[in-house]
């Protein structure tokens, strides 16, 4: 048995090595990254693993600024139930 | 400074696409992106193929357009994960009726049918049809990977010779005898000619050249909850409030809702859209109640007066322009950049984009 797998983002079932193949496709920035293996897209949306993938691209050589993706709201996911509003609410 | 032959100013699906037909028809395209790969539109698209729209003109792109959808997987040789489920357009009130059922009148026949509300309630049986006045089936439309069209587009663009630089923006374009000189944040290029398909920025920059464009920016928001198990097969849309939800191949549902909106410098994801979204799926899909939204966000497409795309040479020579996609543009993206290709490289014109030159607005 070789060495298993590393899994980088546990949402998406991203593994060390299809970021290290993203990055060597050219996917080669945070953001690209994430479009490309889906990795911060998940319901922990990126906390377990931002870190991880900025930490690959440093040892590439290809982090150029030390930035996370554009962090979207809501931070924690929300039920839709939760978001109706109350009856009779308007704008 | 660098020469190149041909330059493309923009890499969202369009551009992509359009550098695929250039280097199809065997030159070599240099494309610019001012950002990272799905930075704009493309990046924050729903991903609605339709092969239909209010416009004739239009429609006839679109309806090119979606037969060149299903073609592209094997085309490009990359899954695009297109999936051909339908879409189901509903009116819920009178007037939405009256204003769909006239609008799909002017539909090829054959391209969509009508159901009852039974049949709707039978084939979808977690659809609450209580309220639905009226609803059509366009089955050969459906849910394209917005991004999974730029990056097949971009993976021929490189297989056929052509080259991508990021992040590399575009700064000026300037005729100099027969030569375009292109200023870039990596220096200075010299092409012998330009296609500039960089979505609402496109005024901007032409602007420079003195062609002016009246595009108007308008906000566009969206939402994707975390993933459930399959069970939204097709696209159900309400056009006569604007709301769209889907389920994606990865499970996760998204969906917009209400009309184009204006943008300030502050253009920010709102809560009036959280809570416009929520009442009106639930109302038409109770089962995503208890879905957890995990993101939202808001992208400024490309509108223009008439409502129509801008594609064709401009008034410099050898500079072109694919621009005004508004919030439909990636169906019509592989028959637009294959149309704009040929012109580009060959000068042929076809008759589909006379509509859409960008010398209408004089
Ligand atoms: C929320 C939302 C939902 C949508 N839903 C749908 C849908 O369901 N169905 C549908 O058909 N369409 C939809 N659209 C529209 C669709 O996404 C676009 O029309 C389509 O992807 C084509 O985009 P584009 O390539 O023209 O523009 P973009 O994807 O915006 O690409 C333009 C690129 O140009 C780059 N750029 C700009 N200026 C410069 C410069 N000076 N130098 C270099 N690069 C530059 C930008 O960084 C960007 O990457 C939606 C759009 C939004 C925002």
Known sequence: MGKGKKIVCFCHDVTEEDIVEAIKMGYDDIESIKR????????????????????????????????????????????MEALLGDEGEED | MKKTDIAVVGCGALGAGIAYNIAKLGRKPLVFEAKYFGYG????????????????????????????????????????????????????????????????????????????????????PYLRVDDVKLCYLSSREGLVHPLAVLWGYLDAVRRLG?????????????????????????????????VVAAGFRSRELLSKLG??????????????????????DPVIERPGTGLVVAQTMRGEVIGTVGSLGKTSDLTLSSYRFLRDFARQATQLIPAVRSLKV?????????????????IGETSVNRVYVACGMHDYGLSLVPVVSKLIGRLVVEGVEDPMLKPFSPSRFG
């Open chain 1, 36 to 79: 490309f293996t889906g990795a911060t897209t998940g319901p922990c949306q990126g906390k377990s693993c931002m870190m991880h993938i900025l930490r690959i691209l440093r040892r590439m050589g290809k982090l150029k600024e030390a930035k996370t993706t554009v962090i979207r709201p809501p931070i924690d996911p929300v039920p």
């Open chain 2, 294 to 310: 995990l993101r939202q966000w808001t992208w400024v497409v490309d509108t223009t007066p008439d409502g129509k795309p801008v």
């Open chain 2, 162 to 194: 052509g080259e991508v630089v990021k992040p590399a923006e575009v700064i000026s374009i300037e005729p100099k005898g027969d030569k375009l000189n292109i200023k870039t944040a990596l220096g200075e290029y010299e092409a012998s000619k330009v």
């Open chain 2, 211 to 232: 062609i002016d464009i009246p595009l108007e920016p308008l906000a566009k928001e969206a939402l994707v909850t975390e993933p459930m198990k399959p069970f939204l």
């Open chain 2, 41 to 124: 539109s493309t990046g924050r698209d729903i991903g609605v193929v339709r092969g239909r729209h209010r416009d004739p003109d239009v429609a006839k792109l679109a309806s090119e357009g979606l037969k060149l959808h299903e073609k592209l997987p094997d085309e490009l040789g990359s899954n695009t994960l297109f999936r051909q489920d339908g879409v189901l357009t509903v009116a819920l009130t009178s007037e939405e009726a009256e204003a769909l059922e006239k609008e799909f009148k002017s539909y090829a026949s054959g391209s969509f049918i009508e159901l009852s509300r039974d049949e709707v309630r039978s084939r979808y």
